[in-house]
């Protein structure tokens, strides 16, 4: 008997060795093929760019009803880097959905109002079946239909739960692609792989997909992934093993991530940061606040301030000096404008002039000292910075867009495109009138009523 196991273990061995490099064999002659075509712009000239498939044109005005419900597309400032964070869901794509074209025209309309800044994108596979499955011909309309903008701007693509088809997918067409764009894809076989790029618990992350990493964490036999993911479910994510030994050691402040309501005066770190970035060389720096920094030397900034070292800004980018203050806000445990202001905030663009101003003023009353103190130094800057624009090109719609979403969210819910565009509208509205932090116009310093008026 086992004589007879032994050899039925061997047999599957050798199938399987078999198996495997006749994939890579197959795999390596379709990829050389592909090369061939590419190279004789057989494809370039064909099926993607060829005349029979146009491009779908879509309008920010279409009415897309149920599809605006189901959350299928989402957005948030999960990325560590700044960039705002795009999450498509396939478990809520409508099942039997038969009008595709209307589906990507609602897709373009979504990333459209995010892709003229860098961004990061994060596809949760998971769901994916026959009875949401498009045709080949449409997933080549969708390739055209995204401009240079849309591939351009995307700086990280994070693939959740990837099944062995996909990945294969991915890997025929890599030849097709630049160097530059493959390299962007990240594969995230488990929700704790995903939360070493983005902050997961700012992320709208469908109940089914949780179930789904559950399931494959139960099976999984090794089980080293729990110690970086999920501390449960539904809740928060830890921060990683290396994060939590190094909030252990003697010196270690955690001013990234930390609270304002422990201080009495602006942070360091912000005033260090626009006292740096007011200079003239780096306020007129073209793209300021919207092209990211230097990840290496973020950290480093990042670990300086929080062990108490000192440390010299002039020595970096100006952008990546920008990258750390949008940091410093966007991981404060209570945002700069305060869980409270939230609601008010998220639904700015539903009031009118008069009531925007008389809302403004009395937010700006509502929310602690030091807060205020910290909005007030932030907003006076980057109407400065405005005053740049034409060097830097960074109006205030610009720098609402990028700055926006770091100063506040919920505490409970998920923040959706509509309340982004009305988090930046509020954020331009400081922005354009410093009248509102003048000295007599806030009852944080004497309690007196404005005089000035204000741009609607």
């Given amino acids: ?117 860098d961004y990061s ?69 488990r929700l704790s792989d995903l939360a070493q790029h983005v902050m997961l618990d700012r992320l709208d992350i469908p109940s089914e997909v949780k179930v789904h990493d559950k399931n494959l964490r139960a099976r999984s036999v090794d089980n080293m992934t729990n110690t970086t993911g999920l501390a449960n479910c539904g809740g928060k994510f830890d921060q990683g093993l290396s994060d939590i030994h190094a909030f252990s050691q003697p010196g270690y402040m955690r001013v990234f991530g930390g609270t304002l309501l ?43 301030y929080n062990t108490g070292q000192s440390i010299d800004l002039d020595n970096y980018c100006p952008h990546t000096i920008a990258a750390a203050l949008k940091t410093y806000l966007r991981e404060l445990s209570i945002p700069l404008l305060t869980f409270e202001a939230y609601p008010t905030i998220s639904s700015w663009n539903e009031f009118t002039a008069e009531t925007q101003l008389l809302l403004s003023k009395k937010l700006l009353e509502s929310i602690p000292p030091v807060h205020y103190c910290c909005v007030r130094a932030l907003m006076l800057f980057l109407n400065k910075v405005v005053s740049s624009s034409s060097q830097n090109l960074m109006t205030s719609q610009n720098l609402s867009i990028v700055i926006g979403p770091n100063l506040t969210w919920s505490r409970h819910t998920i923040t959706t495109l509509a309340d982004i565009n009305n988090i930046n509208s509020f954020t331009q509205y400081l922005i354009d009138n410093p009248v509102l932090f003048e000295r007599e116009t806030n009852n944080h310093v004497s309690g007196g009523a404005p005089t000035a008026s204000v741009t609607s």
């Fill in 121 to 189: 994108l994060v596809y949760f596979h998971h769901g994916y079946d026959k009875l949401n499955k498009p045709s080949w011909k449409w997933l080549v309309t969708c390739y055209r239909s995204f401009d240079r903008k849309f591939k351009k701007n995307i700086k990280a693509f994070y693939i959740v739960h990837p099944s062995t088809k996909l990945k294969m997918v991915f890997r025929f067409m890599k030849p097709l692609v630049s160097i530059r764009a493959s390299s962007k894809i990240v594969y995230c076989q």
């Fill in 262 to 304: 422990d201080t009495d005066e602006v942070p360091q770190v912000i005033s260090d940061c626009i006292d740096l970035l007011s200079l003239d060389k780096n306020i007129t720096e073209e793209g300021l606040f919207r092209r990211c920094g230097n990840a290496t030397e973020l950290k480093a900034i990042k670990e300086c």
């Fill in 1 to 117: 008997m086992e004589h007879g196991r032994s050899v039925s273990t061997a047999s599957l061995g050798s199938l399987t060795e078999f198996l495997k490099w006749w994939t890579v064999a197959w795999t390596v002659a379709w990829m050389s093929r592909i090369k061939i075509w590419k190279d004789n712009n057989v494809l370039t000239s064909g099926v993607l760019n060829g005349p029979d498939l146009p491009p779908i044109e879509f309008s920010q005005k279409e009415d897309f009803g149920s599809l605006a419900q189901c959350n299928m597309i989402g957005s948030c400032n999960a990325d560590p880097s700044g960039r705002m964070c795009i999450s498509i869901a396939t478990c809520r794509v409508p099942i039997n959905t038969t009008d595709w074209d209307r589906l990507l025209r609602f897709g373009l309309v979504q990333l459209d109002k995010i892709c003229d800044n």
